[in-house]
């Protein structure tokens, strides 16, 4: 028989670096799970990942048990990475704070896929070009 869901938990942890402090214990302690558990099967499944923002949805189930699924980091940051940028322009439209070539958008597309509402590789790109140009980042034609 199939447990019984109790809630969905939507959280951005920083991998390989959770610890029961804000958000982690905050959005966990109510729900009565224990915080600790989460944190060293988080941590061990994301060590590869150090230092990274990495989404992850938490189902938590009436008997105080848990399971995680992690998506891949938001697409800012994975443009950030990829262009080596500190952080994106505050008024995107009047200032650019860096370019951004075809393959680089490719790239970033393609390891942002899995979580994209796109049939092709095309249509992510374009998406993660929005993203881009929100950031105040030049994507080359």
Do not use: W
Request: aromatic fraction near 4%.
């Amino acid at each position: 028989m199939a447990k019984k869901v109790k809630t969905k938990i939507k959280l951005q942890v920083i991998g390989g670096q959770a610890n029961p402090a804000p958000p982690v214990g905050t959005a966990l302690g109510p729900h009565g799970l224990n915080i600790m558990d989460f944190c060293t099967a988080f941590n061990e499944k994301t060590k590869d990942q150090m230092g990274t923002k990495l989404p992850v949805i938490i189902t938590v189930y009436e008997d105080r048990t848990f399971d995680f699924i992690m998506k891949k980091s938001p697409a800012a940051e994975l443009i950030k990475k990829e262009i080596n940028l500190k952080k994106g322009s505050g008024s995107s439209k009047k200032e650019k704070v860096a370019k951004m070539t075809k393959e680089q958008l490719r790239k970033v597309a393609e390891a942002k896929m899995d979580d994209l509402n796109a049939n092709s590789i095309e249509q992510a790109m374009k998406i993660i070009a929005g993203t881009a140009r929100s950031m105040g980042v030049e994507v080359e034609k």
